[in-house]
């Protein structure tokens, strides 16, 4: 049964993920793509396998955290800006409650603000398993766990679908980078003089800023940075995940 579920999720996410247009939406069938391989790590059902499992959930969730935590800060950032051409706006269903909603809407972000373009790269290249990130190393492990223990026809399917998922990652990273900043500043807030205050002791001092000096948060920022970090640098530190994961499966088999 869970190798049947497997084979459906894996079939289903990533060619149904092929036609949607709406970002949040293609995260959905890609969460169903990856499900797939969870799945087949559990219908292996062998120490290698759990332990692939296990290291799969981890690397999955510290990648699906900062693709989210990456979208809503396009969001954020966006605010400021208005479309070149204002006939796209009527593409949006929800605008104000939901900035970033369609693919297209990433066309030229790069230009917009190139780490967080940059950041969401490297988590879709980690979705899609381009080495040496560490959705690589998951996918390796759930591969491995399956040929070891004869699932050749299900590690066909996998990989088949795994580069077919990947179609839909590059057209996001096709948008963001090899199409023209389609974004200004929206004329509203470009010449206004805005005041803030800043507490330097117990005085408050006034400062004059524009609405390009305004930047994201730096918990969003240190969140982004450690997370993209992690997805960049782990071959460098594969051990404590590792450990993690081999505690993991100990637990499970004893229980």
């Given at each position: 049964?869970?190798?049947?579920?497997?084979?459906?999720?894996?079939?289903?996410?990533?060619?149904?993920?092929?036609?949607?247009?709406?970002?949040?939406?293609?995260?959905a069938y890609s969460t169903i793509s990856h499900v797939g391989f969870i799945l087949l790590a559990l219908s292996v059902n062998s120490v290698e396998?759990?332990?692939?499992?296990?290291?799969?959930?981890?690397?999955?969730?510290?990648?699906?955290?900062?693709?989210?935590v990456i979208l809503v800060t396009i969001g954020f950032s966006l605010y400021l800006y208005v479309y070149k051409d204002e006939k796209h706006n009527d593409d949006l269903i929800d605008q104000n409650n939901s900035p970033v909603q369609l693919i297209s809407q990433l066309k030229g972000y790069f230009y917009v603000n190139p780490y967080l373009a940059l950041s969401l790269t490297i988590t879709l290249f980690s979705f899609a398993g381009v080495p040496p990130l560490i959705g690589f190393f998951a996918k390796q492990m759930v591969l491995s766990a399956a040929l070891s223990n004869g699932y050749i026809f299900m590690v066909l399917i996998a990989i088949l679908t795994s580069v077919t998922s990947a179609v839909y990652y590059l057209s996001i990273i096709k948008n963001m980078?090899?199409?023209?900043?389609?974004?200004?500043?929206?004329?509203?807030?470009?010449?206004?003089?805005?005041?803030?205050?800043?507490?330097?002791?117990?005085?408050?001092?006034?400062?004059?800023?524009k609405a390009e000096n305004i930047v994201l948060s730096s918990s969003l920022s240190i969140t982004i940075s450690i997370l993209t970090l992690i997805l960049l640098t782990?071959?460098?530190?594969?051990?404590?995940l590792f450990t993690l994961a081999n505690i993991g499966t100990i637990i499970l088999f004893k229980s």
């Open positions: 049964m869970l190798l049947i579920s497997s084979l459906f999720s894996l079939i289903i996410g990533s060619v149904l993920g092929l036609t949607q247009f709406r970002i949040k939406r293609l995260y396998s759990i332990q692939a499992y296990i290291f799969y959930i981890i690397s999955y969730s510290v990648s699906n955290l900062n693709a989210f980078f090899f199409y023209n900043d389609q974004y200004m500043i929206n004329p509203s807030v470009e010449k206004l003089n805005l005041i803030g205050n800043i507490q330097k002791n117990q005085n408050s001092e006034k400062v004059n800023f782990f071959m460098f530190i594969p051990n404590e």
